[in-house]
Every structure is written in C-alpha cells, then in structure tokens.
C-alpha cells in the first residue's frame, strides 16, 4: 500500500502518473486512500505476568475481526476493547479465536470469549492434537473484511505450531516460533531444533525482508521486528544448522512454570472445568 500525504505532491512527484487518476478529482482520490489506510486495525496488547501479546486485528468498516493468542486473565480488557471499536468476533486463536500453538505458559482466553461472544469459532493447526471449532493447515486464509491471513505450518517448538501472514499489511504474527533476537525453545511438548531452523528458514525467512514480524512474547521490551534483521543479526538463526542444534540442545532452561496447568486445559479449547480460578 503506498502512502499518500498529499496527492498535489504526487503528482508534482509523479507527473507521468497522472492519467492513472483521470477522471477522477483529487478529493475523491485522496478519500479512497485515506479509506485504504483507516480500514485496517492492528492492536498489539500485552500481558506482564506470561509476557505475551496478544494481537486484534480487524477491518473497521466491515466491523470483522480476529484476535491472536488471548490470555484468560486479560478476557475483559479484549472485549472491551471489541465493543468500544463495534466490532465482531469472528473466530478465537487461543483468539479468529486463533492460537499460534497450545501454550505452555498460560491459559488460553479462548474459551472465556466463547462464553462472553457465543457465535465466535476457535481456530488451532489441525498438527496441534487440541480442540477447537476449526482447524487448519499451510496454505488455508482466514478472511475478516477485505482482509486477510494466511496460514503456514512452522513446527519445531511443538508440532502444531502456525505463523499467520497478513500479505496485505505486509505482517507476519510467528507465536512463539521466531522470537525478536531469539526463537521458541525445543526441549520439551515435542519440540525439535532441526525442525524449527527448517521452519523458520523455509516458511517465515522466504517472506520480503520489510514484512514486519510480531511474536507471542518478548522479554527485553522490543514490540516488532522485521524479516530483514532477523535473518540478519537474530543470533541464534543466522547460524549454521549444526551450530543451532548444537546451541538450542544446551541451554538449560529451567522446567515451564504453568505447564502442568496451562497444557491440559489449552489442548481443551481453554475450557477450564474449574481446574483454575481466575480471579
């Protein structure tokens, strides 16, 4: 999408691009790209206990949306921020209601938005051995307005694990595969390194280096990223193979707090059967 501040400064800029509006006045082709610009919502929120983000993107004038990987204790703060914008959820990740994968490390807040917003699907990766209203697979969209994501399977943290790509925003949302500066650890919940580093290099790393790159978490404070500097200057995947298995086979990591709670109810869809309070 290009941006136009001023279309008197692209045609001073373009002169030979004239004919392309003729016919047009300048007012209405300067509506049509504000339009083009204002329809698309992104919002990334965040939650400070799990360190993850959640993401609601939408199509403000069709009023569609998803949301990414909610967290069960952030449930309020996503709908209300749904009904402020008047949107409508159309499916729920862990929110399309799309999770990236079954999280480890916190309870989905999927299955509290179906309670609170009925007519909303959860979506998970067929590969992901969850419950969920739909699954799906590389090469599927998920449609909200005029927009769209597409869907690539990126295994290697856990087997189901997807990376949703909005082309029209030029965006990649990687869940807990590629990190900013890091990537998802491979030592437990079926986890392998050769198959992440194949993942990443084959799936995500094949995007136009200016896609932005939007993870589930981030420990250092950093928001977004992008294709180019990751393949360039991540310091774990602009190694070799050999020197990435090596390195992800030693590091260590002490065991996941919130598995033992967060996996069997995630693999549920987030139903909780009250095996957890959230207060």
Known sequence: MIAINSI???????????NLFRGF????????CRLAQDTF???????????????LLADYVAKEA???????EQVNRDHSILKRLGLNLLYCDDFVLANTHVHADHVTGTGELKK????????ISLCSGAQADKYVKSGDEIQFGRYSVEVRQTPGHTNGCITFVCHDE????????????GCGRTDFQEGDAETLYTSIHEQIFSLPDYYKVYPAHDYTGQTVSTIGEEKTYNPRLSKSLDEFIELMNN????????????????????I????????
């Open 8 to 18: 008197s400064q692209f045609f001073r800029q373009h002169p030979s691009r004239g």
């Open 25 to 32: 006045s300048k007012a209405a082709v300067m509506n049509d």
């Open 41 to 55: 919502v992104l919002r990334q929120l965040f939650d400070k206990e799990s360190w993850t983000y959640t993401y």
């Open 66 to 72: 998803i949301i990414i990987d909610p967290v069960i």
């Open 116 to 123: 609170l917003i009925p007519t909303c699907e959860s979506i």
């Open 170 to 181: 030029a965006i990649a949302f990687t869940g807990d595969c590629l990190l900013i500066g």
């Open 251 to 270: 590091l260590k990591l002490d065991y996941p707090k919130k598995i033992d709670v967060a996996l069997p109810i995630n693999l549920k869809c987030g």
């Open 272 to 279: 909780q059967d009250d095996l957890v309070n959230n207060d």
